[in-house]
Each structure stands twice: as C-alpha cells, then as structure tokens.
C-alpha cells in the first residue's frame, strides 16, 4: 500500500515561488499517475498537474500552464511541484494523488480526482497580494 505525505507550503507574497514535495512510500511502483490537486477556501477540489509515472509525461492545467512545474525524483519515490510567479489565487490546501489503474485514466483523464485513489493530508499554501 503506498501512503503519501504533502510537504513545502507556507506563507508567500504575490509574484513569488514555492516548491512542494510529496514522499511516497510502500510500493509507489503501482502508481500509474501522480497528480498535485487543491481546494482554495469555499471551492471544489481542482487538479493542477499530473504526471505519468512510467514515460514521465506531464499534464498542466490551464491556469498554472508556464508557472508550474510537476516532476518526480529520488528514485520516483518523491513528487514535486514547482511554482512561480504565484497569485493570491493560488491561495489553496494542496494535495497529493496516487492513481493505480491505468483503465480508470484512460476513461475518465488524468486531471480528473476520480481515478486517484490515494491522498495525503495536504499543504497549505498562502500567497498575500
């Protein structure tokens, strides 16, 4: 069973940059995809990026395209996400996503929340205009 914890956010002004870091443990060699999601106060839960674990393909959302960056490292056992250039709308609990069917992607896409089946507890990420 793999089991992922949310690390880096904080507190940033307007304009500036923040990584955040998602350690998997267990056998993360299941993972199909790994995705970065968020739920700004008083919204829905919205993707913002994903990765294919195997071939390292990437997918962006549209209001993050160009000032973020989604990456694995250290042996795949870590997810990162690299942000700049970042909005008092980026203000948000970010998650970590584990997906493992590659049948359940393929159906319903990689940015959509259903197919992951795992979380972490999620990182705050405040951003003051």
């Known amino acids: 069973q793999v089991q992922v914890e949310e690390s880096g956010g904080g507190s940033v002004e307007a304009g500036g940059s923040l990584t955040l870091s998602c350690l998997a443990s267990g056998n993360v060699y299941t993972s199909y995809a790994m995705a970065w999601f968020r739920r700004a106060p008083g919204e829905g839960r919205e993707a913002v990026a994903a990765?294919?674990?195997?071939?390292?393909?990437?997918t962006y959302a549209e209001f993050v395209t160009g000032r973020a960056t989604i990456s694995l490292y250290d042996a795949k056992n870590s997810l990162c996400l690299k942000m700049d250039s970042l909005k008092p709308e980026d203000t948000a609990m970010y998650y970590c996503?584990?997906?493992?069917?590659?049948?359940?992607?393929?159906?319903?896409?990689?940015?959509?929340?259903?197919?992951?089946?795992?979380w972490g507890p999620g990182t705050k990420v405040t951003v003051s205009s």
């Open positions: 990765i294919y674990y195997d071939s390292g393909d990437t």
């Open positions: 996503a584990v997906a493992t069917s590659k049948a359940h992607i393929q159906a319903i896409g990689i940015l959509s929340p259903r197919p992951y089946i795992l």
